[in-house]
């Protein structure tokens, strides 16, 4: 399990490096392509582009050091580092789109001719390059490659959208649809960033991750054998992807030292299955076994831990 954990980390970074250096030497060829072009779509998408790369540059530092093992000051690790690089992201994307559509928005009003022939052939490139990034971190459940790949997925629509127009153009005079498509596009990207921004800020506020379910777990914890009980249940991720869980668990007070070992072993095989839609990967447990409530060292009516009896 670590052994696979560690060569998908280092896979993410690869993955974060090779679509950082495929969005920056593209941004120098857009800025040049805008202007041979007069293509608002293609100037918008190669400043766009700039803010990506610097924040995909950012997103792979990050990711690189979220990889850090841990230490006495981050006794978790830096895994929370990369949590960070997809908030930057996040928020670069946000104000990046709003740059396209202040710069689309007067073209709706007031259209201009574009160069179609350049158009098409900068399209070409543009999907094929951007298309090849997003396929290289497709599946992954990073939040920050996630936030990447939305990155380029609006460049890869942003360049299917040019070539529509540039197509259309070769035969007719309808100019307005470039500025058009570039609007639906942006405001298409703009609500999964913010679905996924929703989502990292969540995150930070320690909240459950959104594909697991804490009454599910406390459920199937229930079901063990010799459990009658589960509370203070506490689920929150590093990274949107490795999770962490502490729980305490009530057994039967005629359980022997032998079998409460049995027993959490068998907590952490429910805890460790993938039955569900998607696997827990939790990263960290802490699982406390205890004889019945009054046993809790955090019950209500305890001024200290050593007010109460402890196994």
């Not at 928005?105 to 543009?126: C, D, H, K, Q, T």
């Not at 930070?204 to 203070?232: A, C, Y």
């Amino acid at each position: 399990m670590e052994s696979h954990q560690h060569h998908h980390a280092h896979e993410s970074s690869s993955n974060i490096r090779t679509a950082f250096f495929l969005n920056f030497g593209f941004t120098i060829l857009e800025i040049f392509g805008g202007l041979w072009t007069n293509s608002i779509a293609i100037l918008s998408d190669a400043v766009h582009d700039l803010g990506d790369s610097i924040s995909l540059g950012l997103a792979w530092y990050l990711d690189r050091y979220s990889k850090r093992d841990p230490d006495r000051r981050f006794s978790y690790g830096y895994r929370r580092f990369s949590l960070l690089g997809a908030l930057i992201n996040a928020a670069v994307l946000l104000v990046g789109s709003t740059f396209v559509l202040s710069e689309a928005i007067p073209r709706i009003l007031n259209p201009e001719p574009s160069n179609a022939r350049g158009m098409i052939a900068f399209a070409i490139a543009g999907i094929i390059i951007n298309g090849a990034a997003v396929l290289r971190l497709k599946g992954n459940q990073s939040l920050n490659v996630r936030v990447v790949a939305w990155h380029l997925l609006e460049d890869v629509l942003g360049w299917v959208a040019v070539l529509i127009v540039a197509i259309i153009l070769l035969f007719v005079d309808i100019h307005i649809l470039d500025p058009i498509l570039s609007v639906i596009i942006v405001l298409y990207v703009l609500f999964n960033v913010m679905r996924n921004t929703r989502e990292i800020i969540s995150l930070f506020l320690q909240g459950v991750p959104v594909h697991i379910d804490i009454d599910e777990i406390n459920r199937k914890l229930s079901e063990v054998e010799h459990v009658e009980s589960t509370h203070h249940t506490h689920i929150w991720s590093l990274d949107g992807e490795h999770h962490v869980l502490s729980t305490h668990v009530v057994v039967e007070e005629s359980l022997s030292k032998e079998q409460m070992q049995c027993v959490k072993e068998d907590v952490k095989q429910v805890l460790k299955k993938a039955d569900c839609s998607s696997p827990y990967e939790f990263s960290h447990l802490t699982i406390e076994i205890e004889y019945g409530g009054a046993d809790c060292a955090m019950a209500a009516d305890c001024s200290s831990p050593a007010d109460c009896s402890s196994p």
